[in-house]
């Protein structure tokens, strides 16, 4: 019998050939896509869970309530971590995370740009990166020990056993000799930690200078609870370190005016969880928003559904075909369980035929994909009890919502009316005209949503920063070449070229550029009796010509005034928060050293516009190192201009890790994950829409089919083509309007709270609902126009012939 029913199936699949190519291809396109994109989100939501240890790690981060406002820190000063270890004996283990931007790595004539990274011994031990030679215990026990990656070792020694063998390492001015201690395997792609080189904390860049300095902030801690305690117990023993070690700081947030928390606390230590901190604003692993990947879920489930929608619609509006089938099946015997089966066999097999076709294509275009969204993916998700489910549980559910609804639906009619053939489970429009509202809804809210998200994204790429981004050319300069020296050879050999206005240093860069990098520096000090935080910028001469940032009062650095290492520049903000009706009166206390305000510059956005700008001091200090060159060309034939001073900075330092590039390509560069959802967006609305149109299609055809008499009658009454057109089509664009009315509000509030993430944003204006009114109605128009017209330009004599 099964055999029997599944020749029958097949058999009226074939039959019905472009609808079961519609409800195919449909299904087909949604299960790939959705594949894809759901493989995205568990791969985001997968982050730093593969550590066996990872319920009990934390990251440590400062809470302090400031006059105003509460400000959060991960950055922790050299002291810190020792002292925790020495207060709390219970801690399982601790370790400082030292990141320098990457290090210098050589072996005889081979040198390469690395990711290594500084710890302390208990990081191995702590956290799930596993050796493949070496003992995670006792392997950055020695100073002068290293931990290498698979993929490091490689690159160093061949196929050569690395263990015990010498590696020198440059991470600040010297070279260091290293012994190979351990080989671990390469970091996941869906780890927050990264590093290809593994030594201990103590050989961190200014570790010496800054041992005992508590407000000196360098790097990240890590530690690791008892299992018995509970991040809320340690935060809560906590305050009692805090005020043992941070007493003045308290006292100075209690003159400042500093409201305290709700147990009467100005300074806290707080801990978040390290399988949290791929989504915590607060961390500096942060990599993504938690409603990135629940995003992307949304809109794999917006698509399946309105693939399923077309599925039920469709063998709806099918029924009615089938009445006389329906009824002579019953006649005969056929009980509802068994016509249940077969027609949920047959939609079944659509399903299932659909899956695996979805899964080949997916695969086909998983690389395209990942290319297109600048996707790294880890391969454990796809065999992830998670992943697994969610597909099942997806094919399951599409399976009988678009095969066991109609089934159901067709298998209830009455015997009588079947075999007359009036039974007409497929003619009642209620269900019909839901689900597809339902479908309008969906592809309306996506192409709002796409629409706000892309002028959020042009209007950070196109903002007035307040400084040059245009014919500004990004230097990364490395650890291959003294930064100075690289600075003055530089200027010396790009000045006889008549295409270079000027060039300058800093130690960080605008944007993000090919080396990846991205930095601040905080700076708090004590002026006049109120605490003040600046953001501390090391620059050189010619920096506000290089970017043509304007002065606003007093001078620019300049060598007329020698190294000019005693006078600072301050931004307008930070001329605020000195509260002096003259800056140029004020004398800094910073490092030491009086440092008096020679001029202050309009405020700029150095920083993305997520973020407000901050109060920035600006100053020349040989002692702190630059980390890039600006180079400023005149507009014309920029092409020609990059090649030249790539080839000059080539020459100057041939063992360079990182090519130049232009600032506005790094200030572009911020915005990825904003490119990306814009991205995303575009493809799920661009997705629901074919689809939609194709069961609009469908469903323009079989309710046309179904009032092929009507039109007949109504063409013999004297009604025009425009007449005939006009009545086939405003059912479905009452629809669409109604769905544009459902949609607006959801739009308008999801995107407020997304935009409420920039500090810099546009106003959601009343013309983006009305472009994307116009935009569905004319989709929607021409998606029923050709059926519509084909049907009232038909003889109207074949039309009443019909039955």
Not at 56 to 75: A, D, L, M
Not at 686 to 693: A, E, G, H, K, W
Request: glycine content about 8%; hydrophobic content about 45%.
């Amino acid at each position: 019998m099964i055999k029997n029913y599944f020749r029958i199936a097949i058999r009226n699949l074939w039959k019905h050939k472009s609808f079961t190519a519609i409800n195919s291809i449909g299904l087909l396109v949604a299960f790939g896509a959705s594949l894809l994109l759901s493989l995205t989100a568990f791969h985001e939501l997968s982050y730093d869970r593969f550590h066996s240890q990872g319920a009990h790690i934390y990251q440590v981060y400062f809470e302090e309530h400031r006059p105003g406002n509460i400000e959060t820190s991960t950055t922790m000063p050299v002291p810190l971590t020792p002292a925790l270890q020495a207060e709390f004996p219970d801690l399982v283990h601790t370790s400082r995370y030292g990141d320098f931007g990457g290090a210098t790595l050589r072996v005889k004539d081979k040198e390469f740009h690395y990711d290594v990274r500084y710890v302390d011994p208990g990081f191995l031990s702590m956290f799930s990166f596993p050796l493949v030679e070496g003992n995670p215990q006792s392997a950055l026990n020695d100073l002068g020990s290293v931990v290498l990656t698979q993929k490091m070792a490689a690159a160093l020694f061949g196929n050569e056993n690395a263990m015990g063998k010498p590696v020198e390492i440059k991470g600040d001015d010297t070279w260091k000799t290293f012994t190979v201690s351990g080989i671990a395997k390469d970091v996941p792609e869906n780890s927050s930690l990264g590093f290809s080189a593994l030594t201990r904390f103590e050989n961190f860049y200014g570790y010496a200078a800054a041992k005992d300095l508590w407000d000196n902030h360098t790097h990240e801690v890590l530690l690791q609870l008892g299992g018995q305690t509970s991040p809320a117990a340690f935060e809560s023993k906590a305050k009692s370190f805090v005020h043992k070690y941070y007493s003045g700081h308290i006292k100075q947030l209690k003159i400042d005016g500093g409201k305290p928390d709700s147990e009467g606390e100005f300074f806290r230590i707080r801990l978040i969880p390290f399988t949290e901190v791929h989504f915590n604003s607060t961390s500096n692993f942060a990599g993504a928003s938690r409603f990135y990947p629940w995003l992307l879920l949304l809109i794999s489930g917006f698509i399946l559904f309105i693939a399923s929608i077309n599925f039920v619609n469709l063998s709806l509006g099918r029924a009615f075909t089938r009445s006389r089938e329906i009824g002579m099946r019953k006649v005969l015997g056929a009980s509802r369980g068994q016509l249940l089966g077969q027609f949920w066999g047959e939609a079944f097999i659509i399903c299932f035929i659909s899956l695996l076709l979805g899964v080949l294509a997916a695969t086909w275009g998983l690389p395209a994909y990942k290319k297109l969204f600048n996707q790294s993916l880890a391969g454990e998700v796809l065999h992830s009890p998670a992943f697994i489910f969610y597909s099942l549980l997806g094919f399951l559910a599409v399976s009988l919502l678009a095969g066991g609804y109609p089934a159901w639906v067709m298998s209830a009619a009455k015997t009588a009316q079947s075999v007359k053939g009036k039974s007409a489970p497929g003619k009642s429009n209620k269900l019909r005209n839901s689900l597809m509202l339902v479908q309008f809804v969906v592809s309306a809210l996506l192409i709002l949503c796409t629409t706000v998200v892309w002028q959020q994204l042009r209007y950070m790429r196109t903002k007035p920063l307040g400084y040059n981004k245009e014919q500004v050319i990004s230097i990364p300069i490395g650890s291959a070449i003294d930064a100075e020296r690289s600075l003055q050879l530089m200027r010396n050999s790009l000045a006889p070229l008549r295409e270079v206005v000027s060039v300058t240093g800093t130690d960080i860069n605008l944007g993000r550029g090919r080396d990846g990098s991205s930095s601040t520096s905080l700076m708090t000090f004590e002026y006049k009796g109120k605490t003040v935080k600046t953001n501390w910028l090391r620059v050189d001469f010619d920096y506000l010509k290089t970017l043509d940032i304007p002065l606003v009062t007093g001078r620019d650095f300049s060598p007329g005034f020698g190294q000019d290492t005693a006078v600072v520049l301050i931004n307008e903000k930070m001329a605020a928060a000195l509260g002096e009706k003259n800056p140029l009166d004020a004398v800094l206390d910073l490092e030491n050293t009086h440092l008096r305000v020679a001029g202050v510059v309009k405020d700029y956005n150095f920083k993305s516009l997520h973020q407000e700008i901050k109060p920035l001091t600006m100053m020349v200090r040989k002692s702190w190192p630059i980390s890039y060159l600006f180079v400023k060309v005149k507009p014309g034939n920029t092409t020609a201009s990059m090649a030249a001073i790539q080839k000059v900075w080539k020459q100057i330092n041939p063992k360079a890790e990182s090519e130049p590039s232009f600032l506005d390509e790094n200030v572009d560069k911020q915005y990825r994950k904003e490119a990306r959802l814009t991205q995303i967006f575009t493809s799920g609305a661009v997705l629901t829409i074919i689809i939609s149109c194709m069961g609009l299609f469908a469903m323009a055809v079989l309710a046309m089919t179904q009032r092929t008499k009507e039109i007949g009658v109504r063409k013999v009454l004297g009604a025009s083509v425009g007449n005939i057109v006009t009545l086939l089509s405003k059912e479905f664009l009452l629809l669409v309007i109604i769905s544009l009315l459902i949609a607006s509000p959801i739009a308008w509030y999801a995107m407020n709270k997304w935009l409420a993430g920039f500090a810099y944003r546009i106003s959601i204006s009343w013309w983006m609902f009305l472009f994307t009114g116009l935009l569905v109605i004319i989709i929607t128009l021409a998606t029923l126009s050709f059926q519509a017209i084909k049907s009232a330009l038909a003889n109207p004599v074949k039309s009443l012939r019909s039955e």
